[in-house]
């Protein structure tokens, strides 16, 4: 492994594109740590040290911009806007259908649709930016903490912290269109795997110095590589549904008469659901936290929904990720399409009729591999936090296993594309 990345940066080309999306990683980075205007920095960082475990509400908008959320900085949103604007497209194609339209008419229409998807996030950056600056100048943002992180609450004071946080957000998403235009990978991911990678080790070492630091240290190190090789395992797993293509005469020539196969992923749904899950699952907190502290309902919310380690929030979260796992499937994959795409080019699957068969033959694939990969993703998405309930550790790792399918799943497909540009330059590459 060490010898191919020499191989890689010895070549002039690909070692521009490495040095290239590193850099832009570094500025990443750096942003996240340059206070907006306005934000009294050093009582940010008090309020931090001061409630270091007791906000676990943005946690998730927290981790996807590597901490920057809590820092108040230029990338405070990180990248969640354009996720959740990239998500809200994919599943806008169910209930419109110009949208749908637009995916079926090629690179013109996904063109189309990445425009829409900028314009969304613009939006959202402005309305999250604007709640995150709200929650600040109220107090909920630290709970608990003695000094005010935004001594001036003027209006000006206020537009000009929305205006920088969305131009932020803005920043980040032009960052992630130049590394997948002039680096190696998606963009994207690589910005979300910089950010989730980032907060690794302070949350690892919080753990190592807490009581009975080391013994927990240990075994979390240990959940979190069998957690690696399980994610690792599945998500290069595939089930081939084979597909053969009937001879067939266009003028004077033979086309078709080959065979292939039509790979499904077990975790079709990637880590979306999971996303989903936590954030529905945060709503209630987060209505709780504009409520009368006193109420009972409150209480019940704060002890039953918004705890990571209440039986119910367990349940509810699992069940939520299950559901959407189905529901994530069936809007990516549709098996009448592809039956119809299979039957119009002369492709079958052998033993299984074309057309209405082929259509329900994959709905039942689908299902049963589906049924396997909400299982799985539910498990590695609890099995952290169940550990760590367990060890009695109120530092978590970050978004659970969640963080870790989307680290090692960012991480095997930057090294499948630098690996194919060796392999282009007749080196081993990567993998043997």
Sequence with gaps: MLSAFARAFRTPDLRRKLLFTIAIMAIFRVGS???????????????????????????????????????????????????T??????????????????????????????????????????????????????????QGCSVDVIPDGSFVTMALMVITMTAGTGLIMWLGELITERGVGNGMSLL??????????????????????????????????????????????????????AKRMVGRRMYGGSSTYIPIKINMAGVIPVIFAASLLAVPGLIAQFGDQSADWVIWVSTNLADPAAPLHIVLYVLMILFFCFFYTSITFNPDEVADNMKKYGGFIPGIRAGRPTAEYLDYVITRI????????????????????????????????????????????TVKQINSQLQQRHYEGFLR
């Excluded at 306005?38 to 981790?63: K, M, R, S």
């Excluded at 979190?224 to 998500?235: K, Q």
Aim: aromatic fraction near 8%; charge should be neutral.
């Design 33 to 83: 740590f340059i206070p907006t205007p306005g934000v009294d920095y050093p009582n940010v960082q008090q309020c931090i040290a001061e409630t270091a475990d007791g906000n676990d509400l943005l946690g998730l908008v927290n981790l996807f911009s590597g901490g920057a959320l809590l820092q108040l900085s230029i990338f405070a949103l990180g990248i969640m806007p354009y996720i």
């Design 85 to 142: 604007a990239s998500i809200i497209v994919q599943l806008l194609r169910v209930v419109i259908p110009r949208f749908e339209a637009l995916h079926k008419e090629g690179q013109s229409g996904q063109a189309k649709l990445t425009q829409y998807t900028r314009y969304l996030t613009i939006a959202l950056a402005i309305l999250q930016s604007t709640t995150v600056i709200t929650t600040a100048r109220n107090g909920l943002l630290f």
């Design 192 to 245: 979300i795997f910089t950010s989730i990678a980032a907060s690794f080790p302070t949350a690892l070492w919080s753990i190592a110095g807490g009581a009975n630091g080391a013994t927990n240290f240990i075994i979390m190190i240990a959940v979190i590589v069998v957690v690696i090789g399980l994610v690792v395992f599945v998500e290069q797993s595939q089930r081939r549904v084979p597909v053969q293509y």
């Design 370 to 413: 589906t049924s396997a990969g909400s299982i799985y993703l539910a498990l590695v998405a609890l099995l952290p936090t169940l550990v760590l309930i367990g060890l009695g550790v109120s530092t978590n790792i970050p978004f659970g296993g969640s963080s870790i399918i989307i680290v090692v799943g960012v991480g095997l497909e």
